[in-house]
């Protein structure tokens, strides 16, 4: 059985945001698709979403089902909302698709010794540094700069794997990637 974690597409991926099973037109092939309410959606809290016989096993049998409290109403309204939100916000969803596409073109641009290049096609990317210490330095220079991109370091990454998680958003500007990568070009 396949079970898909939708956790960095909830919001982005697809016309309306429902995620990359649904984009792709998988959703009878998947057994259980895992949706968060974070991320994307800035809320709290998750869903799984399947068939009535798995939502029934997990009603019944999942231990934090069974050992936690319901959402408050207020959470369960802003959820709604949220998601209503979302179906009408193509052109947001375009525009990070383009912020995406402009920061692999100038990660590509800068790729070197130091950098290695581990682009997706998402919104979260990473950089990774062959040295702690100079990713270390670079993240120091960038807090200078007021830019929140704060090193990701083990045991989050293996030892020998760190680097920076990057976050893009639709509101990102060209001029802010050009500053970013003008910033950390000098540590490569």
Aim: glycine share 6%; with cysteine.
């Amino acid at each position: 059985a396949v079970i898909v974690d939708e956790a960095h597409s909830t919001g982005i991926v697809g016309e309306m945001g429902a995620g990359m099973t649904v984009h792709e037109k998988l959703e009878k092939h998947v057994f259980a698709r895992i949706h968060t309410f974070g991320k994307a959606m800035g809320l709290h809290g998750a869903c799984i979403v399947g068939t009535d016989l798995l939502k029934q096993f997990l009603v019944n049998t999942a231990r934090s089902f069974i050992y936690t409290t319901a959402m408050p109403p207020e959470s369960i309204a802003a959820i709604l909302a949220t998601l209503e939100y979302m179906e009408g916000h193509q052109l947001e969803r375009k525009m990070l698709d383009s912020i995406i596409s402009y920061f692999h073109q100038k990660q590509r641009a800068i790729a070197g010794a130091t950098f290695k290049i581990t682009a997706n096609d998402g919104p979260i990317q990473f950089i990774q540094f062959s040295d702690r210490s100079t990713l270390m330095q670079c993240s120091i220079k960038l807090a200078e700069a007021k830019i929140n991109c704060l090193p990701i370091l083990p045991p989050t990454v293996p030892a020998g794997e760190e680097g920076l998680r990057v976050c893009l958003h639709s509101f990102n500007t060209k001029a802010e990637l050009d500053n970013f990568f003008n910033l950390i070009k000098p540590f490569n």
